[in-house]
């Protein structure tokens, strides 16, 4: 549904963003059609566990700030965790994690989702405005894998399906 899309990205405008929070990708993804895990947001750490057990253990953690576009180097996602002193844990240390780097201002709380256990790639599409070409989307593998290879492909939208298909093609 464009409209529900639109009114996502015009919230982002509004307050002078150009990212969308975790809640309002998978916003515009439910546009669209595509089903996403779900996402629960914590401010405090006792709020953390109650999620993660309202969701079901095991849960992944991450980060959630203005801007954040990487979690993994700075600490921002924890994986697999198993009950409530562990959430306890990640919590302070994706907190703290991201105080340390950005400021106390920067911090916004954490996303908690159950952890999906299945094989295959972890993929990232993301977009960019270039100061020359603007709109630009990006593609590449994602988690450990992204971060071991940086190996990317980049492409001008719109995209057709014949178009985002030889996107992914030209990445390893």
Do not use: C
Not at 2 to 26: N, S
């Amino acid at each position: 549904d464009r409209e529900r899309a639109a009114a996502v990205i015009q919230t982002a405008r509004t307050m002078k963003r150009t990212l969308l929070t975790w809640a309002e990708a998978e916003r515009l993804l439910a546009a669209y059609g595509i089903h996403a895990v779900e996402n629960l947001v914590a401010t405090e750490e006792e709020q953390a566990v109650r999620y993660a057990r309202a969701v079901g253990y095991p849960v992944v953690m991450k980060a959630i700030r203005q801007a954040v576009t990487q979690e993994t180097g700075m600490r921002g996602v924890q994986l697999n965790l198993l009950n409530g002193d562990a959430v306890r844990k990640a919590f302070r240390t994706i907190r703290d994690s991201v105080i340390a780097t950005y400021g106390k201002e920067s911090f916004l709380g954490v996303s908690i989702q159950r952890m999906i256990r299945r094989s295959g790639y972890e993929l990232v599409l993301s977009s960019r405005i270039d100061p020359q070409f603007g709109p630009v989307m990006v593609f590449s593998a994602g988690g450990r894998l992204g971060a071991a290879l940086k190996d990317r492909a980049f492409a001008l939208p719109p995209l057709t399906a014949t178009l985002a298909r030889r996107m992914m093609e030209q990445t390893r």
